[in-house]
């Protein structure tokens, strides 16, 4: 691997810092995790709200830190080099990305952000880029990969420190593309910071982390960042969904800057339009697709309107580019997009059953006005929401599925510390105010069963909340649960009754 080897000084006066002590050690890495901290690294020392970096100095001089970055004075007995910042966390994206050679600047990175959507347009502008043969790599909810190379992810983002790190290895790798899911928090937390985005892309904007951004404007102004030039250097182009009001009233923002913005759309005048779209649960979508470069016939394995937007934005992305429209149209048509995100689970009956990702109010309304959208059949629905997180989704949850399903079972999320008949009964209160036509069934595996045996032609079950999830998380264990190989298991159980 390509080691950028820069020496101390170097570093600070890139940064800004303040430097005092010795800076002519060579810093090989940046961390702000004192168990990555080893010789020649360069610990920043951040405060957060939990935990207080600083407590942490003595054990990464131990592990062999050669300086510290820190918002606070150096104390008298400072180890080695310190370097002050205005800003520690900004500091590390900078630093992070210096220090790695700065490898968003050596491929074509893809940022996308959005409530929903993300991690499905992240796969779809892989598999664009696959099909040009860019050797993409990525970053989402679901895995970090490098070409045929997968690892679990940890975070949506990761921290800037991490994310550098991989894209030098993808660009050693041979990678000329790499796309990344830009979540609102990461984005706030400086971890997109001095990223060189080639394509910033907007999918859409929901209330959903208001507990943590407060209001819709500040939620807003986060995404913004990745698009106006606030983190450091503004994106190539903006490819931003102009069916959402959010979207229009960005777009209409960044080109006032001066910027590159190609707009998508299903209902209005766009630069990139889908039109006559139609959705069948078993073939698929297809659509009119109408672009700067040509109009194609596009036809995909992905479910419903909502991807429709997602393959959109990664063929405005790609043709960013440069693919060419007939790549895009060939990779379109085979990627199946992200695990658990409207996933059919494959089988002979004639009845659907779909493992989907939804554990908002808001994403569950989505994907339950899809399914309506595909049959005349029943919508039998099985949910349930994790404990020892946001609870206030528990009660709208709860009246979304009741309203837009015809059978609703309750079960079992991942309920961690809490009581998972209490985290039931708070569901129920808001199924109960839409229907009477539900029952409670706390083991998840049982309400799979149940949802599946009570599927007749034409219903479609919808198992929602856990998606790509391999696991179910009951007080601090982690048990191994699959809701789509439980949903085989149902299946196959009845195809033999
Ligand atoms: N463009 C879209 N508009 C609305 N809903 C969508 C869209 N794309 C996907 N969805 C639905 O939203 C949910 C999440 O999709 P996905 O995982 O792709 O989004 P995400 O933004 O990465 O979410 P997260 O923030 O949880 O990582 C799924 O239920 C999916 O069916
Ligand atoms: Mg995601």
């Not at 998606?467 to 699959?482: C, L, S």
Request: proline share 4%; charged share 25%; net charge negative.
């Amino acid at each position: 691997m390509i080691s950028p080897k820069i020496p101390i000084k170097q570093l600070a006066d890139q940064l800004g810092a303040e430097l005092t002590g010795p800076g002519d050690a060579v810093v090989t890495d940046v961390t702000h995790d004192s168990r990555q901290a080893g010789t020649g690294t360069v610990f920043v020392a951040i405060k957060g709200e939990t935990a207080d970096g600083h407590r942490f100095i003595a054990d990464v001089v131990r592990r062999g830190a050669v300086g510290v970055i820190s918002e606070q004075e150096p104390p008298a007995d400072a180890p080695g080099a310190w370097l002050r910042v205005a800003n520690a966390r900004e500091a590390l994206a900078r630093a992070a990305s210096l220090v790695n050679g700065e490898p968003s600047h050596l491929l074509d990175l893809i940022g996308v952000t959005g409530t929903n959507g993300k991690t499905t347009t992240t796969y779809l502008c892989f598999a664009l880029a696959e099909a040009a043969q860019k050797r993409p790599a990525m970053l989402t909810t679901v895995e970090y990969r490098i070409g045929e190379k997968s690892e679990p992810a940890v975070r949506t983002t990761p921290e800037a420190s991490d994310t550098n790190r991989f894209l030098l290895q993808a660009v050693d790798a041979g990678c000329k593309v790499a796309a990344m899911e830009a979540s609102s928090q990461a984005i706030d937390l400086h971890r997109c910071d001095w990223l060189r985005f080639r394509v910033a892309i907007f999918t859409n904007l929901t209330q959903d982390h208001l507990d943590y951004h407060g209001t819709m404007e500040n939620y807003f102004d986060a995404k913004k960042k990745l698009f106006d030039g606030r983190l450091g250097e503004a994106p190539g182009s903006s490819v931003v969904n102009i069916d959402d009001e959010w979207g229009r009233k960005l777009a209409n923002e960044v080109m006032q800057n001066g910027q590159r913005v190609i707009t998508t759309s299903q209902q209005q005048a766009a630069d990139l339009v889908a039109k006559n779209i139609d959705v069948s649960l078993v073939y698929g979508t297809s659509f009119e697709l109408d672009t700067p470069q040509g109009n194609r016939r596009v036809v995909s394995p992905l479910v419903g309107k909502p991807h429709v937007y997602n393959m959109l934005s990664a063929t405005a992305a790609a043709l960013e580019l440069g693919i060419d429209l007939d790549t895009i149209v060939q990779g379109l048509s085979t990627c199946i997009g992200a695990p658990g995100r409207f996933e059919r689970v494959p089988h002979d009956g004639d009845f659907a059953v779909v493992v989907d990702y939804a554990h908002t109010d808001d994403a569950l309304l989505n994907t339950l006005r899809t399914a309506r959208d595909l049959t005349d059949g029943r919508i039998i629905t099985v949910f349930g929401c994790g404990g020892d997180r946001d609870r206030t989704k528990r009660v709208p949850m709860g009246e979304v599925a009741g309203e837009n399903s015809d059978y609703v079972i309750i079960t079992s999320d991942n309920p961690r510390n809490e009581d998972p008949l209490s985290i039931i009964s708070e569901i129920e209160v808001g199924v109960r105010s839409k229907t009477s036509s539900f029952e409670i069934m706390t083991d998840r595996r049982k309400a799979i069963f149940r949802a599946v045996e009570t599927a007749r032609t034409g219903d479609v079950v919808i198992i929602a909340g856990k998606g790509h999830e391999t696991y179910q998380i009951v007080n601090e264990e982690k048990f191994h649960f699959d809701d789509r190989e439980v949903a085989r298991e149902a299946l196959a159980a009845v195809g033999e009754r």
